[in-house]
């Protein structure tokens, strides 16, 4: 039987998520743990069976750091932008955790299953709907079509190769946010106006927008 720890299971996980923080989930194992805790690595057995687990209870404690940052967006106006800007904003000044989160590898993993995994699908959806007087299939693009472009400067934001501010992040999404409703709501010629198309193809083929020879 491993000896009694001198620390209980929720001190033992706010340690676990600052060795994620500082190094990644890779950097959770016994010996570091037992390090921060000043104790014997095979102590934080009496808590958990696993590093495993341990890591598991860390993904759970990152997604309720994520979920508040979220919460915060979406009181935004409007909130669909909100959730874009603290989506990356989450990423930008927690970039391990953001890995931790959105950026494992996983097979045969899906789009929308990604999006929908995110965990505020439906709020999303539905303050869309509200705000810009969609219904929901046009709701859903939108927000699809955003997320896809949040989730890149996000990346982008949590691997360093680009640094942003939260001023050039709101404007980029505002200008992603008005484009992607004026695909959807503008009439064809206004679209057209902006997006000169072949024959009028406004679906998002490949035709839509190279111009193919006779």
């Known amino acids: ?20 923080r500082e190094g990644g989930i890779d950097s959770v194992v016994a010996r570091n743990l ?23 209870a860390v993904v759970e404690a990152s997604r309720k750091l994520y979920n508040a940052y979220v919460e915060e967006g979406l009181r935004m106006v409007p909130p669909l932008k909100g959730f874009g800007v603290q989506y990356i904003r ?7 955790l953001y890995s931790v989160l959105f950026m494992q590898k996983r097979d045969d993993y899906k789009y929308l299953d990604f999006i929908v995994d995110e965990g505020h699908y439906e709020k999303v959806i539905s303050e869309t ?11 859903e693009l939108v927000y699809q079509n955003l997320w896809a472009y949040a ?5 982008m934001s949590a ?10 992040i709101s404007e980029m999404l505002g200008m992603a946010c008005r484009s992607f409703l004026m ?6 010629d206004a679209r057209e106006a902006v997006i000169p198309t072949v024959g009028g193809n406004m679906e998002g083929s490949i ?8």
């Open 1 to 20: 039987m491993p000896p009694k720890p001198k620390f209980t299971k929720e001190e033992l996980i706010k340690v676990a998520l600052e060795l994620a």
């Open 34 to 56: 037992g390090k921060k805790l000043n104790t014997a690595p095979s102590t934080i057995f009496t808590h958990f069976d696993s590093v495993e687990e341990i890591r598991k």
């Open 90 to 96: 989450f990423a930008m000044e927690e970039p391990n």
């Open 129 to 139: 709907k509200e705000t810009f007087q969609l219904n929901r299939q046009q709701a």
């Open 151 to 155: 989730h890149g400067i996000a990346v």
């Open 159 to 168: 691997t360093g190769v680009c640094a942003f501010s939260l001023e050039e």
């Open 183 to 188: 695909g959807i709501k503008a009439p064809l």
């Open 207 to 214: 035709e839509s927008y190279i111009a193919v020879e006779k």
